[in-house]
T-cell receptor, first 114, second 111 residues
Framework: SAVISQKPSRDICQRGTSLTIQCQVDSQVTMMFWYRQQPGQSLTLIATANQGSEATYESGFVIDKFPISRPNLTFSTLTVSNMSPEDSSIYLCSVGPVNTDTQYFGPGTRLTVL | QKEVEQDPGPLSVPEGAIVSLNCTYS??????FMWYRQYSRKGPELLMY????GNKEDGRFTAQVDKSSKYISLFIRDSQPSDSATYLCAASSGGYQKVTFGTGTKLQVIP
C-alpha cells in the first residue's frame, strides 16, 4: 500500500499571500492528483500532476492560480496563489488508478484564508 | 445536474442497525464505482470498488451497482460506532480517468 504524507497539515494565511503544499509518496507512482474539498461539498479535481510535463488542469482551475510541480515520481507540490477567503478548503493529493483497490489519498491540508 | 448525486444525510442509527447509503449518477460512461470512508480531519479511504453492475461483499460491507437505473448503494451490516464517518460515493470511466465524487453522507452510529 502507498503511504502519502502532506505538509503542512493546516495553515492560516492572509489574503493575497501564497501557500505551497507538499505531497510525498513512499513509492514511485505514475500519476498524482490534487483535489479540493470545500465544506459541505464533494471533492473536486483541480489537476493531474504529470512527471516531466505540465500539469493537466480541470475546467475552472488555471495554472496561474494553482501552479503544480512534479519533479519526480514520488513528490508533487501545489501552490495556492494570491489567496482569498474563497480558497479556504481542504486540499488533498491522491495517487493510483481507479480500476484497482490501490487508490490512496493523503491526509489533506486544511487551509484557512483570512 | 451533478454527475453523482448523494443523499446528504446526516444519518443517525443505533449500534447493530443495517445502514443503507445511496447515490445516483447520470454519466453512462461510468464503469467503476467506489465508496470512500472519511473520518473527521482525515483523507478519504477507499472502502470498496466495483466494476460495472453487481454486488461486492467485504465483511460487513456490501456494495451494489445497478447500471440500468444508475443507482449505487452501500450496505453496512451490524453497524458499529467505529463506522461513524462520512461516506463518499464516486464513479469513473476507468483507468486514470477523472473520478467524480458525491457530496458525502455523514453517518453516526449511536452506542
Amino acid at each position: 500500500s502507498a503511504v502519502i504524507s502532506q505538509k503542512p497539515s493546516r495553515d492560516i494565511c492572509q489574503r493575497g499571500t501564497s501557500l505551497t503544499i507538499q505531497c510525498q509518496v513512499d513509492s514511485q507512482v505514475t500519476m498524482m492528483f490534487w483535489y479540493r474539498q470545500q465544506p459541505g461539498q464533494s471533492l473536486t479535481l483541480i489537476a493531474t500532476a504529470n512527471q516531466g510535463s505540465e500539469a493537466t488542469y480541470e475546467s475552472g482551475f488555471v495554472i496561474d492560480k494553482f501552479p503544480i510541480s512534479r519533479p519526480n515520481l514520488t513528490f508533487s507540490t501545489l501552490t495556492v496563489s494570491n489567496m482569498s477567503p474563497e480558497d479556504s478548503s481542504i486540499y488533498l493529493c491522491s495517487v493510483g488508478p481507479v480500476n484497482t483497490d490501490t487508490q490512496y489519498f493523503g491526509p489533506g491540508t486544511r487551509l484557512t484564508v483570512l | 445536474q451533478k454527475e453523482v448525486e448523494q443523499d446528504p444525510g446526516p444519518l443517525s442509527v443505533p449500534e447493530g442497525a443495517i445502514v443503507s447509503l445511496n447515490c445516483t449518477y447520470s454519466n453512462s460512461a461510468f464503469q467503476y464505482f467506489m465508496w470512500y470512508r472519511q473520518y473527521s480531519r482525515k483523507g478519504p479511504e477507499l472502502l470498496m470498488y466495483t466494476y460495472s453492475s453487481g454486488n461486492k461483499e467485504d465483511g460487513r460491507f456490501t456494495a451494489q451497482v445497478d447500471k440500468s437505473s444508475k443507482y449505487i448503494s452501500l450496505f453496512i451490516r451490524d453497524s458499529q460506532p467505529s463506522d461513524s464517518a462520512t461516506y463518499l460515493c464516486a464513479a469513473s470511466s476507468g483507468g486514470y480517468q477523472k473520478v467524480t465524487f458525491g457530496t458525502g453522507t455523514k453517518l453516526q452510529v449511536i452506542p
